[in-house]
């Protein structure tokens, strides 16, 4: 007779309520799953078979650095790291009201 109790009832609809906020959550698991799998049986291309990457690009490494030193790229991140460690520093600071 503990099917008739307002405790099991309760406790009944807690567990659905929490799978169903679970679900969303798993779906996606299974979506992101089966899309890795499709992308992981992608055959790379020939001309990087035989050094990946580093073999593809490495000709042009030269020109990317020297447009990089030029272009003020690591200026700019410097720029952008110390605005961010400012902002975490006043939100760690004022205890995230600011």
């Known amino acids: 007779m503990e099917f008739f109790t307002v405790e099991f009832w309760k406790s009944l609809w807690d ?48 020109y990317i650095g020297s447009f990089l030193v030029q272009s003020g790229f690591a200026e700019a991140f410097g720029i952008l790291g110390v605005g961010l460690a400012f902002r975490l520093t006043r939100k760690l600071v004022t205890l995230g009201q600011w």
């Open 15 to 62: 567990d659905f309520i929490e799978w169903m906020l679970d679900f969303p959550v798993w779906l996606l698991s299974i979506v992101l799953d089966a899309i890795a799998t499709v992308i992981e049986a992608i055959q790379p291309p020939s001309f990087m078979a035989g050094g990946g990457l580093s073999a593809a690009l490495g000709p042009t490494a030269q």
